[in-house]
């Protein structure tokens, strides 16, 4: 039989000083009620950022380099016994955003208020003592053992580390309780093995037990279960939720899997470039999601019905660079929905002509791009673009009536405020952006223009 599917011990068990009863799945209603829970940590205007260093020519002159704004302006209230979501695509932010609440990288500014502290003001010593309370599950089970460590060894290492126990033998026959409180009895066929002689299962059990024997509060668990066997991720899913209800546990739950989001989470937080774009209750998110962003990624679920045909819709084009965000709303270029105060800028201008020439080939990319070439050196966010091409202006003015006579659902048009031909010279202007700010959609906080009845179109 294989250890890692069976149950946890019927026994009534001790971790950290507390007995603790045979714990059960918590009945939906228990799942969904957390508006009333207490806050257990605010964080408040969250900001990490990381600075590029230029060229070694650039830093000689005074220049420095890029910043990326991997967390940029997150609030968020976390309520004690919840299980929140972070979803988003890679490089959306969501694991720098799970570690600053942790303290495992700084953060450049803003508030994390946890037990009346602000944990964003503290250094590393004095954030120690709160590794007892606030623990990371990791994505990889394999490279969060030590390979030359058994079980025993690490999986009571915490308590050494934070002075907990008194000898050798009381962390091993604690680190004992742990390891059958997550499912791996009997402990003693565990205790003396090495990671290599785990399955990847075991060994993620083997790490949540080395999270929860310091008796946290928080378990920030990212992506636990994207690199299991398909036939062991839901019963590591069911643990964790056994340990939440027996252990008060709150969690900060890590994914880019919305099937596992929607089972496992009471909310879900969207992140897309550093940013919550969405959240709100995980059955009214996934019912009817409000951000374009979230809608798409609920189109991208694969459905496991080959005779139901459902229109995928997915946004165009890829995740801006975070060290160059859009301006505006940073979804706006890949967003159809996209109108006049979502950030238009001139590098969108390139972008269109790009899928322009893409749609209708080499042909009409050579003739066109030599009167658009100087769009090449547009960079960053520029309010309007001044293209010089001499007695050429009117054949430019021309192409781009064509281009919006060939494509006008092309959200791009709607940003765009006027094209003018002067002395030579053509300029586009757009329309100023707005950055969106969360605001309520019913039951759910949307960053998005077209839920704001002051920008929304009419």
Known sequence: M??????????AIHLCGRRSPLPTKPEPSTAVESDARPTLMDIRDLRVHYELRGSALARLLGGGGATVKAVDGVNLALRRGEVLGLVGESGSGKTTLGRALL??????????????QDLAELNQRQLRPMRRRLQMVFQDPHAALNPSMDISTAVAHPLRIHGLVGSRAEGRARAAEAIERVGLVPAEQFLDKLPVELSGGQKQRAVIARAIICGPELLVA?????????SVRAKILELMLELRADLDLTYVYITHDLATAKFFCDRVAIMYMGRIVEIGPTDEIFADPKHPYT???????PDPDPERQVPRDLPRGEIADAAAPPH???????????????????????????????E???????????????LDEIEGYQEQVRLKVGDRAPELVSLLDEARAHDPDEPLWRGVESIDSDDGTVTVR???GVDPALGPAGNIDVACHLHNPELRPK
């Open 2 to 11: 294989d250890p890692t599917a069976s149950s946890p011990p019927t026994a």
């Open 103 to 116: 303290g495992l990288v700084p953060a450049t500014a803003g508030h994390i208020t946890y037990g009346g």
């Open 222 to 230: 990212d992506e636990p279960i994207s690199m299991l066997d398909m």
């Open 295 to 301: 809608q798409a990624l609920l189109r991208a679920v």
């Open 328 to 358: 505006g709303c940073s979804f706006h270029p890949r967003c159809p929905y996209a109108f006049e105060p979502c950030g238009w800028e001139a590098r969108d201008l390139r972008a269109m002509f790009e899928r322009r020439w893409t």
């Open 360 to 374: 209708l080939g080499e042909e009409v990319w050579e003739r066109e791009s030599a009167l658009v070439g100087e």
């Open 430 to 432: 757009f329309r100023a």
